[in-house]
Structures are given as structure tokens and as C-alpha cells.
């Protein structure tokens, strides 16, 4: 007995959504017809969008400060970093620029 088809699934290759054929000696590729997609009107997606936007969770006023500090002294520690590398590239360069002449 076959099992009933599940609506918007896809039998056969997944990624090309193709069903080989077996006809002979060589397998042929039919591409089944995609269905077209239903339109909404611009009142039902502004509904999804509030139902989305009621899905959010803001952060609280501690984790946004919390969070904004982290960022903040990430900033300063890479900025020290980087001023560094560039503090010892410019000796190296100079040095090197110095053996020339």
C-alpha cells in the first residue's frame, strides 16, 4: 500500500527537487511544477508583522548596560593593541631605513 503524499513535501533529490526516471537504458530528470505562492493582502502582513514584532524580547536596561561596557573596553583594549603593532612596525621600519644610508 502507498503512503499518502504529505503536502509541501518533495520526494527524490532534496537540493534539485527532481524525481530521476528509470525509462530504458539511460535515467532521465523531471523537474515536478513548483505551485505558486499564495499573495497576502498588505492589512494581513502588517498583521504578521505585529504578530512578529510581539515576539520580541528586549533586553533590559542592565544587560544593554552591562553589554555597552563589555564593548567599550573591547574597543579600548584592541585600539591599545593595534597601537602597539604599529608602535614596533614603525621601529622596524625605521631601522631597516636607517641601514641604507
Known amino acids: ?3 499518502p503524499k ?3 513535501r518533495r520526494t527524490g533529490n532534496p537540493a534539485a527537487g527532481a524525481k530521476p526516471q528509470a525509462s530504458g537504458g ?3 530528470v523531471t523537474v515536478e511544477p513548483t505551485t505558486p505562492k499564495v499573495r497576502t493582502s498588505p492589512i494581513q502582513f502588517l498583521g504578521q508583522v505585529r504578530a ?3 515576539k520580541i524580547v528586549w ?3 542592565k544587560e544593554t548596560w552591562i553589554t555597552s561596557v563589555m564593548v567599550f573596553i573591547m574597543v579600548l583594549l584592541a585600539a591599545g593593541f593595534f597601537w602597539i ?3 614596533l ?3 622596524g621600519f625605521e631601522r ?6
Open 89 to 91: 612596525l614603525g621601529m
Open 59 to 61: 533586553p533590559s536596561r
Open 1 to 3: 500500500m502507498a503512503k
Open 26 to 28: 539511460a535515467a532521465t
Open 6 to 8: 504529505i503536502p509541501g
Open 96 to 101: 631597516i631605513i636607517s641601514f641604507g644610508s
Open 52 to 54: 512578529e514584532g510581539r
Open 85 to 87: 603593532v604599529d608602535l
